[in-house]
């Protein structure tokens, strides 16, 4: 199989990894514990080694800010239902994903909240649109890295700035960027940052983070047991205790932990180069072949490795992704990618586009395999 699907989830997983999980598995998976027996000890170690790992990987200010979740839309629920209060006003895009803007849009229908969403041009966000649409009543921005759908990547380190100085809190969904995108927490003043694990940090499912900045007190997702203190009538409010009631993933940590080491020996900006010039090899093919064309606007140097591409009208993105699958053995992702803003925005709703998404380990022949793939599917229908 070809894999062109990392956008969703990584795959294949670095070797570190497989062999960190098969080893943490078979020798320390024991529910973790800081006062318990010496499994539940290895356990808690490798939950605070891996936030060490993660304050250090994106410079945050402590690695108790930490918070593992169960995945990135855990942890933009988290952020969103702990911070807006009624009568809020909250400023998002329509290039969000559904993990940002259904949560949003519920709240907005129950009247709860007002909520802007700024229109992208071309798959970007601008700075000043976002001061443009900030209120007296704004609390909170929640904007994308990068797009899911386009692979855009929005400047952030811009924009920070500009929600700080109104009082307002700014929420990042680095989905698409936290791997691949050097995020820096002490040069940009990021509030709420959420990842999945099982992405460009190419830990398992079932694993990511939300790093809770020191401006913000979230009110509790969950509560529950903590491991620790077992006394306390309600949730304790140490943290990252206060936002981890239940027993954490600690199997899928100890895999994500290991894909941060490599990861960071790797390279945060040679992955992305790596992807972005297969992707290029994509945009070269698509621009002169007939009825195909690129969703967005292309720019090899802010953008990530997914590329969402509009077919021909005789042929529908479900169609190639079904041919795709079972005759040439290639794995890609057509729809609308959980992300229905900008798809109308582009004009590619209700269909959507196909996305490809290539990983670190996805070579050029690939590349090449599948827009000769592409080709010979459309030969006998354009």
């Given amino acids: 199989m070809i894999y062109l699907d ?13 062999q960190a999980l098969d080893r943490f ?3 320390s998976l024991a529910n973790p514990g800081r006062a318990g027996h010496r499994m539940a000890v290895a356990a808690e170690r490798t939950l605070d080694d891996t936030r060490h790992a993660l304050n250090q990987f994106f410079r945050g200010e402590s690695p108790e800010r930490w918070i593992f979740t169960l995945n990135c839309t855990d942890g933009l629920n988290m952020a969103i ?16 994903h559904n993990s940002v803007s259904r949560p949003l849009r519920a709240l907005e229908k129950a009247g709860v909240i007002t ?3 700024l229109a992208s041009d071309q798959g970007y966000i601008t700075p000043e649109s976002v001061r443009t649409a900030l209120t007296p009543k704004t609390t909170l921005v929640a904007l994308t890295h990068a797009s899911n759908v386009l692979g855009t990547v929005q400047p952030i380190e811009a924009i920070a700035p500009i929600v700080r100085e109104a009082g307002a809190l700014f929420l990042v969904d680095a989905a698409q960027s936290a791997g691949v995108v050097p995020i820096d927490l002490r040069a940009t003043p990021i509030d709420l940052l959420a990842f999945p694990g099982h992405k460009c940090l190419y830990g398992p499912t079932g694993t990511g983070a939300l790093y809770v900045g020191s401006r913000v007190t979230l009110k509790p997702w969950r509560e529950g047991g903590t491991g620790g203190d077992s006394s306390s009538e309600t949730q304790p409010t140490l943290l990252p205790y206060l936002y981890e009631g239940g027993t954490p993933n600690v199997l899928g940590v100890a895999g994500l ?5 490599w990861v960071s020996e790797r390279g945060v900006e040679t992955i992305r180069r790596h992807e972005v010039a297969l992707l290029e090899r994509v945009v070269a093919w698509a621009e002169t072949a007939e009825g195909w064309s690129v969703a967005g606007r292309w720019d090899s140097a802010t953008h990530v490795g997914a590329l969402s591409l509009i077919v021909p009208e005789a042929l529908t993105p479900q169609d190639l992704g079904s041919i795709l699958d079972a005759s040439f053995e290639i794995a890609v992702r057509p729809g609308l990618h959980c992300a229905p803003y900008i798809h109308r925005a582009q004009g590619t709703f209700p269909d959507g586009t196909l996305r490809l998404s290539p990983g670190p380990f996805t070579t050029s022949e690939e590349i090449d395999t599948f827009v000769a793939a592409l080709s010979e599917i459309t030969a006998g229908v354009l």
């Fill in 257 to 261: 932990a290991a894909g941060i080491a």
């Fill in 25 to 27: 598995a078979r020798t």
């Fill in 81 to 96: 239902k702990g911070t807006v209060r009624p009568g809020d006003h909250v400023i998002t895009s329509d290039l969000e």
């Fill in 115 to 117: 909520v802007t969403r």
């Fill in 6 to 18: 990392n956008a969703a989830t990584s795959f294949p997983k670095p070797e570190p990894v497989y």
